[in-house]
């Protein structure tokens, strides 16, 4: 059983910054790919960021050059670090993570079987 618990939510002002984290425990190997995904009210569950057991990256469109995620394979743990943080990046942030290797790490939620219960960011203007 995988269990992800995240932290680092709040409440910032525009152009703010927050850092998030993810814990992973429950198995002994690693996934082959970590990701960020975050979920707005009345919105579905979209892609932030994701990397793969290599290192490789990718980004939502929307968040490149603010967003930044990095792993620490001894620790079993997933960052975000997210500054200049707009209204629009409110949501709860979730951690997922991606244990089939694929060709490669996709922002796809499909692809995630588990995630964490989700960590809260408000950024008011």
């Known amino acids: 059983q995988v269990h992800l618990v995240e932290s680092g939510g709040g409440s910032v002002q525009a152009g703010g910054s927050l850092r998030l984290s993810c814990v992973r425990s429950?198995?002994?190997?690693?996934?082959?790919?970590m990701g960020w995904f975050r979920q707005a009210p009345g919105k579905e569950r979209e892609g932030v960021a994701v990397?793969?057991?290599?290192?490789?990256?990718s980004y939502a469109d929307s968040v490149k050059g603010r967003f930044t995620i990095s792993q620490d394979s001894d620790k079993n743990s997933l960052y975000l670090e997210m500054n200049s943080l707009q209204p629009e990046d409110t949501g709860l942030y979730y951690c997922?993570?991606?244990?089939?290797?694929?060709?490669?790490?996709?922002?796809?939620?499909?692809?995630?079987?588990?995630w964490g219960q989700g960590t809260q960011v408000t950024v008011s203007s």
């Open positions: 429950g198995i002994a190997y690693r996934p082959y790919c």
């Open positions: 990397i793969d057991s290599t290192g490789r990256i």
């Open positions: 997922a993570a991606d244990f089939v290797h694929r060709t490669m790490c996709r922002l796809l939620r499909t692809n995630f079987a588990y």
